[in-house]
Each structure stands twice: as C-alpha cells, then as structure tokens.
C-alpha cells in the first residue's frame, strides 16, 4: 500500500537552532498538508499546498516557519529558529484531489516527525 | 465557522464492551465532508470513514459503525465488542471548500480510548 513517507521519525534540537523536515507524499498525489499536533490535541493545519503552490499558509508563523514544493511533489518545513513551544509532532498528510469542489477523499498521513525543543 | 467537538476526552471499557465517540460540528456549509481518523501510538493517523453532507446513511464495517445525524450536527462512531487493539485516540474531522482552493479540515481535539483486557 503505497505510503506518505517522513523523515526524520524522531528529531531533539535546542532552542534557536534550526530544523528542517521533509515529506514524500503518494505518487500523483496533488495536494499535500502540514500538520502540527500538539499533545493532547488535534492537528492544525499549518499550510496547504496545491502541486508547486501554496494554497493556504494562514497558520504558519512565517517570522520562524517556511515551507517548500518546488517541483509540486516532496516538501520541506524548516523552523528557524526553533522555540521550546514548537515542540510537538509534525504531521504530512496528501490527497488526490486537485480541488474539485465535488470530490475530496480525505487524506493519508505519514507517521510523523516528533519534535523536541530543548 | 468551522467548529468540531468532541466533549469526551477519554473513555475507559472493559474488552467486549460497546462503546460510542460522540462527534458534534459546526458549518456554514451545505457541502461539506465528515471523517473519523484513528490514532494508534505510534502515531500515524489513519483514514476509517467519509462521509458527504448529502449522505445520511449510516454505515458498518465490521464491528464499526457511525450515526450521521444533520439535525443534530453529529456523527457519531461506535465500535461493537470493543477489542484491546481498539486503544487509541479517535479523531472527528470536518473539511469545507475553501475560498482559496481546495478542502480545508479541521480536527477535533481527539478522545482517546482504552480498553482494557
């Protein structure tokens, strides 16, 4: 079955260092999400991608947080500089669809990276 | 706007026993899609069920089952003879089209849930 591949599984930084995460969404997968979930609490979108462009980036703390697709098919995040507050799982999630108000089918999620600002 | 809660926070069985996750949402929408995703610990989240705003229907998959209700806003999930396997946290999903293109999701704040042996 295929996967939304993440790496790293696990990554420990201290504060005000810099950290980046990168995500392999399915094959054909035009649109693909990141996600933050604080534990204890649901994910939050952070940004939104639609092939190589960013659809909706409202929740992502663009004085510290970026994110790229340049060739619409993996991603990177980057914090710079991280803060204790960022710590937190970091979700990437893609879906098929290429916004067709019609049809949306959910999302398949990698496994995550676990963040841990120290 | 969009608003997904689920009021349980957690909720403990014993093995065998049937157990319900309430979901309740809000929506400005006639569109809009409804999912439930299962959260094991170790920590992916997986897709169990979609369902769009003009389908009423309700629907089991083996021991799962969901309750969509449009007028009480709910869409709920219970899993009959609950298993050990079934300890996790379950989360309600909410997506409406977005302005800038796209669905945007919003997730509820989870329930997480034990069963115990």
């Known amino acids: 079955e295929a996967e939304v591949a993440q790496s790293p599984r696990y990554k420990i930084t201290e504060k005000s260092q810099a950290v980046a995460f990168w995500c392999d969404p399915i094959?054909?997968?035009?649109?693909l999400y990141w996600y933050r979930q604080i534990l204890g609490q649901g994910p939050e979108l952070l940004v939104q991608?639609?092939?190589?462009?960013?659809?909706?980036d409202s929740q992502l703390p663009k004085d510290r947080f970026s994110a790229e697709r340049l060739k619409g098919v993996d991603s990177t995040l980057k914090i710079q500089p991280a803060e204790l507050g960022d710590s937190a799982m970091y979700l990437c999630?893609?879906?098929?669809?290429?916004?067709?108000?019609?049809?949306?089918?959910?999302?398949?999620f990698g496994s995550g990276t676990r963040l841990t600002v120290v | 706007a969009q608003k997904v809660t689920q009021a349980q926070t957690e909720i403990s069985v014993v093995e065998k026993e049937d157990v319900t996750l309430d979901c309740v949402y809000e929506?400005?929408?006639?569109?809009?899609?409804l999912f439930w995703y299962k959260q094991p610990p170790s920590g992916e989240l997986v897709f169990l069920i979609r369902?769009?705003?003009?389908?009423?229907q309700n629907e089991i998959s083996g021991r799962y089952s969901w309750n969509f209700q449009k007028s009480t806003s709910s869409f709920n999930f219970t899993i009959t003879a609950s298993q050990v396997v079934d300890s996790a946290v379950y989360f309600c999903?909410?997506?409406?089209?977005?302005?800038?293109?796209?669905?945007?999701?919003?997730f509820g704040a989870g329930t997480r849930l034990f069963v115990k042996a």
């Open positions: 991608f639609q092939d190589e462009s960013v659809v909706d």
């Open positions: 999630a893609s879906s098929p669809e290429s916004g067709d108000y019609y049809n949306h089918y959910g999302y398949t």
């Open positions: 094959s054909g997968h035009a649109t």
């Open positions: 929506t400005r929408d006639t569109t809009y899609y």
């Open positions: 369902r769009n705003s003009f389908d009423e």
């Open positions: 999903a909410l997506s409406e089209f977005s302005n800038t293109g796209g669905f945007k999701t919003i």
